[in-house]
């Protein structure tokens, strides 16, 4: 079985449907199929896989056009990677992972105090991205919060 996404002329996913290995073992086949049984250009079905995220295959295999595709992403041909909603004005892309990055890196990390209490059911500490904060100044962003108050 292959999953395939459906895109608009502007490379937004609109739908996301399997294909069984009866109709189609290739792109190609699941393609034909999938234009003659939808009324849709083969041209705009691209093949996805149900298994990768963030650049990464979770079963171990070889990680194919970054991300599943899912209803609202956008297909970008030049780099073969299904993209989510940039989550962020300042966010950029990160191909090597598939992945919308913040322009301060990764989240910071708690520290031991903090993840003891969130153990202790204290509080539950966690970074939030601000793009207020970070428009206003660009040396801050992440800020941390307590999600239990």
């Not at 609202?72 to 300042?90: K, L, R, V």
């Amino acid at each position: 079985m292959a999953h395939f996404a459906k895109i608009d002329d502007s490379n937004i996913v609109l739908q996301v449907l399997t294909v069984d290995n009866e109709n189609a073992t290739t792109e190609a086949e699941g393609k034909t199929y999938l234009e003659a049984n939808n009324n849709w250009p083969s041209d705009k079905w691209i093949q996805t896989s149900y298994n990768t995220w963030a650049g990464q295959h979770g079963l171990g295999g070889t990680p194919f056009r970054g991300n599943y595709a899912c209803i609202g992403y956008t297909w970008d041909s030049a780099n073969e990677i299904f993209w989510a909603t940039q989550p962020y004005a300042s966010w950029a892309k990160d191909t090597a992972t598939a992945s919308w990055v913040s322009p301060l890196g990764a989240k910071p990390s708690l520290t031991t105090e903090q993840s003891q209490q969130n153990l202790d059911d204290t509080h539950g500490w966690i970074y939030n991205w601000d793009e207020d904060a970070y428009q206003a100044d660009n040396t801050t962003g992440w800020t941390l919060v307590n999600g239990l108050a």
